[in-house]
């Protein structure tokens, strides 16, 4: 059964760079059959969708977010990976990671318990 | 970037019909996703591919998609489906924008 799992500092100063990982366990990251992406919600508001990577690195991103994402795979760690830089405290929320099938039209059906990542000096 | 719209909130008396609709230019020519997420928890799919229902989502959930206009039906509303609903637009690249959310009250 799919699993993830999301890790990271739970506080980051503004102007600096926030990273986060999501470990996946019973299965390969490395599975042609997913994408892998990660999703934010800051408190009190909606889902916001980040960005999606395929096993061969490919990525995805939301326009609005692009210029300061980066989301990369580790196959050796069985992780994918997010990086935000030049964090603001518009960047506080929960960070989700999740994955969906690669077939059209399916959604993010295995998502991580979510972790919250505060932007504060 | 792709935007979707949905109500804020929708109410509904218990084992009534409850709607929520999800709108976006051309919208039928993607494929649409419904959420819930209760507080405190990671959101759950409900809906892929406009129509079809996971595995466990109860048969009261069901989609459509037309026009501009996406919509989440759910049959017979329970107090266990007071929840907030997300919408998502998937086209032909793994690039999904969510809708706004709307917050269902079961009263």
């Known amino acids: 059964q799919l699993q993830l799992r999301e890790s990271g500092p739970g506080l980051v100063k503004p102007s600096e760079t926030l990273s986060l990982t999501c470990t996946v366990s019973?299965?390969?990251?490395?599975?042609?059959?997913?994408?892998w992406g990660w999703i934010r919600q800051a408190p009190g508001k909606g889902l916001e969708w980040i960005g999606t990577?395929?096993?061969?690195?490919?990525?995805y991103y939301n326009p609005s977010l692009k210029s300061r994402v980066t989301i990369s795979v580790d196959m050796s760690k069985n992780q994918f990976s997010l990086r935000v830089i030049s964090v603001s405290a518009a960047d506080t929320a929960v960070y989700y990671c999740?994955?969906?099938?690669?077939?059209?039209?399916?959604?993010?059906?295995?998502w991580g318990q979510g972790t919250t990542v505060t932007v504060s000096s | 970037s792709y935007e979707l719209t949905q109500p804020p909130s929708v109410s509904v008396s218990p084992g009534q019909t409850a709607g929520i609709t999800c709108s976006g230019n051309?919208?039928?020519?993607?494929?649409v996703c419904w959420y819930q997420q209760k507080p405190g928890q990671s959101p759950l799919l409900v809906i892929y591919?406009?129509?079809k229902r996971p595995a466990g989502i109860p048969e009261r959930f069901s989609g459509s998609n037309s026009g501009n206009t996406a919509t989440l039906t759910i049959s017979g509303t329970q107090a266990v489906d007071e929840a907030d609903y997300y919408c998502?637009?998937?086209?032909?690249?793994?690039?999904?924008?969510f809708g706004g959310g709307t917050k269902l009250t079961v009263l």
């Open positions: 051309n919208l039928e020519q993607k494929y």
């Open positions: 990577i395929y096993y061969d690195g490919g990525t």
């Open positions: 019973g299965d390969s990251v490395y599975n042609s059959d997913y994408f």
């Open positions: 591919q406009d129509v």
């Open positions: 999740a994955s969906k099938l690669t077939s059209k039209g399916y959604g993010f059906d295995v």
């Open positions: 998502q637009a998937w086209d032909s690249s793994p690039a999904g924008m």
